[in-house]
T-cell receptor, first 113, second 115 residues
Framework: GQQLNQSPQSMFIQEGEDVSMNCTSSSIFNTWLWYKQDPGEGPVLLIALYKAGELTSNGRLTAQFGITRKDSFLNISASIPSDVGIYFCAGQGYGGSQGNLIFGKGTKLSVKP | DGGITQSPKYLFRKEGQNVTLSCEQNLNHDAMYWYRQDPGQGLRLIYYSQIVNDFQKGDIAEGYSVSREKKESFPLTVTSAQKNPTAFYLC??????????????FGPGTRLTVL
């Protein structure tokens, strides 16, 4: 079945640094979503991408839908302590059941003040 | 405020007992979903429902059951047949699944612990 590889698994950075994480798929995806999850809470949708090559920003966050349709990345600029959490990518592949998302295993971000 | 509520936040259950997790949404979304999350893992789909009185099995439906009698409610029952039920359970909804909207919005989750 379709799988998502998300990397890195974890990151330890200094406040103010930029962050980059990515997801790759073994097959073509038609939609990519990026979520953030705080400890003990549900994921919150950050950015949704629907077109290959699309670049979308949400404040300090920028995400891109790869041209090959098999990858996506998320960048966070000038990180702050509240960026701490787990970031998940999710996608829907062609032929997948409508509304069914496949999730990556997450990138755990730690920020040192 | 529109949103998704799950209750309770923490739930303890004795082995062999069934337990029902509540999920309510007032977003007027047609589709609702249940996921299971284990430490260091992504979310795995248990069941989903695209319309009232209809639901489909996800990837890990064994040992779980659901109902969708009302648009705003999608309760999940963890039965005694579920061999490893201790996990964090997340409910989600999306606007209009049959027209391709896949942006899912999540509730705060219920942490179930089997003693």
């Amino acid at each position: 079945g379709q799988q998502l590889n998300q990397s890195p698994q974890s990151m330890f950075i200094q406040e103010g640094e930029d962050v980059s994480m990515n997801c790759t798929s073994s097959s073509i995806f038609n939609t990519w979503l990026w979520y953030k999850q705080d400890p003990g809470e549900g994921p919150v949708l950050l950015i949704a991408l629907y077109k290959a090559g699309e670049l979308t920003s949400n404040g300090r966050l920028t995400a891109q839908f790869g041209i090959t349709r098999k990858d996506s990345f998320l960048n966070i600029s000038a990180s702050i302590p509240s960026d701490v959490g787990i970031y998940f990518c999710a996608g829907q592949g062609y032929g997948g059941s409508q509304g069914n998302l496949i999730f990556g295993k997450g990138t755990k971000l730690s920020v040192k003040p | 405020d529109g949103g998704i509520t799950q209750s309770p936040k923490y739930l303890f259950r004795k082995e062999g007992q069934n337990v029902t997790l509540s999920c309510e949404q007032n977003l007027n979304h047609d589709a609702m979903y249940w996921y299971r999350q284990d430490p260091g893992q992504g979310l795995r789909l248990i069941y989903y429902s695209q319309i009232v009185n209809d639901f489909q099995k996800g990837d890990i439906a064994e040992g779980y059951s659901v109902s969708r009698e009302k648009k705003e409610s999608f309760p999940l029952t963890v039965t005694s047949a579920q061999k490893n039920p201790t996990a964090f359970y997340l409910c989600a909804s999306s606007r209009d699944d049959i027209f391709g909207s896949i942006e899912q919005f999540f509730g705060p989750g219920t942490r179930l612990t089997v003693l």
